[in-house]
């Protein structure tokens, strides 16, 4: 069987908020309907989710703005530097990871959230790299980080 339901939430997998889904009574009414993620489908609930989707739609597009301006600034950042310990084959001790790039940036005077640096895997050799930063779900920016003996 199957339930219909009106997205309260945005629900990762299922779709955005304002959105109509069919989904399994099961998962309707043991995840979906008490966290509140979403509702039947009545006028009432249509009515004051379109209040609720316009003042959501305000909200990301005011976020998008910010993050669009950020990626701006970032961009004529001409790069930060991190010091680290490493060998004669200029292999580190240790790795530089997402937090150090992130603690450069804020040096930088670009404070980020923690999951901003895209690094597929820690950086293990001196050098310059060039890393993704993911500033919102539309916007993306890049920041050279040069790894230097310390």
């Given at each position: 069987?199957?339930?219909?339901?009106?997205?309260?939430?945005?629900?990762?997998?299922?779709?955005?908020?304002?959105?109509?889904?069919?989904?399994?009574?099961?998962?309707?009414?043991?995840?979906?309907?008490?966290?509140?993620?979403?509702?039947?489908?009545?006028?009432?609930?249509?009515?004051?989710?379109?209040?609720?989707?316009?003042?959501?739609?305000?909200?990301?597009?005011?976020?998008?703005?910010?993050?669009?301006?950020?990626?701006?600034k970032?961009?004529?950042?001409?790069?930060?530097?991190?010091?680290?310990?490493?060998?004669?084959?200029?292999?580190?001790?240790?790795?530089?990871?997402?937090?150090?790039?992130?603690?450069?940036?804020?040096?930088?005077?670009?404070?980020?959230?923690?999951?901003?640096?895209?690094?597929?895997?820690?950086?293990?050799?001196?050098?310059?790299y060039?890393?993704?930063?993911?500033?919102?779900?539309?916007?993306?920016?890049?920041v050279?980080?040069?790894?230097?003996?310390?």
């Amino acid at each position: 069987m199957s339930t219909e339901l009106v997205l309260m939430e945005d629900v990762a997998g299922l779709g955005k908020i304002g959105e109509t889904v069919k989904v399994a009574d099961g998962y309707a009414r043991n995840f979906l309907l008490p966290r509140k993620l979403a509702a039947k489908v009545t006028p009432g609930i249509l009515k004051s989710l379109e209040a609720k989707k316009k003042r959501v739609d305000q909200e990301r597009e005011l976020q998008l703005g910010a993050a669009r301006e950020l990626a701006e600034k970032i961009s004529r950042l001409s790069g930060v530097s991190i010091t680290a310990q490493a060998g004669d084959d200029d292999k580190l001790y240790g790795s530089v990871a997402a937090h150090q790039i992130l603690e450069a940036l804020e040096k930088a005077g670009f404070a980020l959230g923690k999951h901003a640096v895209v690094l597929p895997e820690p950086i293990k050799v001196l050098g310059t790299y060039t890393v993704e930063l993911a500033l919102h779900a539309d916007v993306k920016s890049s920041v050279s980080v040069t790894v230097v003996r310390g």
